[in-house]
């Protein structure tokens, strides 16, 4: 396809014109196919003589279970070839945009960070840094019962170095932290690079995203869109009923009170509804999970081989130049010699209003004033008016805002690492766009059109909302 042309066929007078590259990450056993419709919206958005596109590959497939931090690596050295083989072709690069759909979005991050080390974000302008239902604040689900344990303790277990990252069961080096926090720490090569980009966004999925979960796309420790049929919000205009406009109020509102009838209508028409799914789930439980888990223990092994295999000294030759520091007071001599040298189901449980306090006091970054999320009224009393006071913004787009910043929802039984990762992100600032995929329950795939499929259409609007509203050349 085009993109793929981007790379591998001769400049023309006209490609050389094009200044700004653009590089799209895949996500976790994803493969370049899967940005197929974001590539292809954004050339036809912009010529050739505007964009040039990099589809990264070189994490394709079962790769990915190798860790964010070797993933980013493989990803800052594709985007430094890229960017050599263009200027050998005669092509001036100035600007430099990142997209990131899923685990894509962390590994960007890390190879941002990178890049950022080596001095590149100082040659070059960085412009926009989007992710898609990326899981900024891991995949642990906030759950403090059986099944939070058992998904919090086996999941990390099943996809090698990247699952015990997103799980943040892992060290990151010396630092005795894990790597998610480590990548948001404020003083890190990592924030630093993301603070240096004109704009910045992320798209949530508000359901049906099993993979990740709102709050941690959305970089919040609250989830307004827990209950739907009791909150009223809006839409942006002209992307209905799919982009919900983030700062407009959102409203917690009085149900009604259905009937018998009315009660016993809606369980029949969900369990036929559910029917289909249910005996697919049932199918996967007894056969797919076997195959799954014995698939884990060979893809945990080989990716462990590759780890070792990337550590060992031939390796080491080319990814050595990235082992820098990752703390800004460390690195500012790396960057220097660079300079010399050649010029990223379950309904959650809610802390307490006392909890909330003592949780996010035990966080590790300073915290900012908030409005203090809390539960010390109890959802049904939450949801049995609607006053003044119960409307919110619904989110800040200040940088300073954290999350949504409505103390009408309790804060999730996040841990104190989580929270810090909220603050840092929020404090750097990003543009956030709840999304609400309504024709299909794989809305993880669905909110970039991650295949061509039935009920995926929602996902144009998605990605014409960016290139719209979001995405600068």
């Known amino acids: 396809m085009e993109m793929e042309l981007d790379n591998g066929r001769a400049p023309t007078e006209t490609s050389r014109k094009a200044d700004h590259l653009c590089v799209l990450v895949h996500g976790l056993w994803g493969n370049p196919s899967h940005l197929d419709f974001i590539a292809t919206s954004l050339r036809d958005r912009y010529n050739e003589d505007r964009l040039h596109i990099l589809v990264a590959k070189r994490n394709s497939g079962n790769y990915t279970y190798d860790g964010i931090e070797l993933g980013g690596e493989r990803l800052a050295h594709e985007v430094e070839e890229t960017l050599a083989n263009l200027a050998e072709e005669g092509h001036n690069i100035r600007k430099l945009s990142f997209v990131g759909y899923s685990l894509g979005g962390l590994v960007a991050r890390y190879a941002l960070g990178l890049l950022y080390a080596r001095g590149w974000l100082d040659k070059l302008e960085p412009v926009n840094f989007t992710t898609f239902v990326s899981p900024h604040v891991g995949v642990r689900l906030p759950l403090k019962g059986t099944w939070g344990f058992l998904w919090n303790n086996v999941g990390p277990r099943t996809i090698s170095m990247s699952g015990k990252q997103l799980f943040m069961i892992d060290t990151f080096r010396d630092s005795g932290r894990p790597l998610l926090s480590v990548l948001a720490d404020p003083d890190s090569i990592f924030i630093k690079a993301l603070k240096t980009f004109k704009h910045r966004c992320v798209y949530a999925n508000i359901v049906n995203d099993r993979s990740t979960i709102f709050y941690t796309t959305a970089i919040s420790a609250i989830n307004p869109f827990e209950d739907l049929e009791n909150v009223q919000f809006d ?64 893809q945990n092994f080989r990716s462990q081989r590759r780890i070792r295999r990337h550590e060992a000294a031939h390796s080491r030759k080319i990814f050595d130049r990235y082992r820098v520091p990752v703390i800004v007071e460390e690195v500012q001599q790396v960057v220097e010699e660079v300079f010399e040298s050649a010029g990223a189901r379950q309904k959650p449980d809610h802390l307490s209003s006392a909890t909330t306090t003592t949780t996010r006091a035990a966080s590790d970054t300073p915290k900012r004033h908030r409005g203090g999320a809390t539960t010390s009224s109890s959802a049904t009393d939450l949801e049995s008016k609607l006053e003044e006071d119960d409307i919110e913004p619904l989110l800040r787009r200040s940088s300073t805002a954290s999350s949504f910043g409505s103390e009408k929802f309790p804060t999730l039984a996040l841990t104190p690492a989580q929270f810090s990762i909220i603050d840092s992100l929020n404090s750097v600032g990003f543009h956030k766009f709840p999304v609400w995929i309504h024709n299909h329950r794989h809305s993880h795939a669905a909110i970039i059109i991650r295949v061509q499929k039935r009920g995926f259409d929602e996902g144009k609007v998605v990605v014409k909302h960016w290139l719209d509203q979001e995405f600068e050349i």
């Open 235 to 298: 839409y942006v205009a002209g992307y209905e009923p799919v982009i919900i406009d983030a700062t407009k109020p959102v409203a917690v509102v009085k149900p009604e009170r259905p009937s018998f009838l009315e009660q016993l209508q809606r369980q029949v028409i969900s369990f036929f509804t559910n029917l289909p799914f249910q005996a697919l789930f049932t199918a996967f439980v007894i056969i797919g999970v076997p195959l799954f888990l014995l698939n884990a223990v060979v």
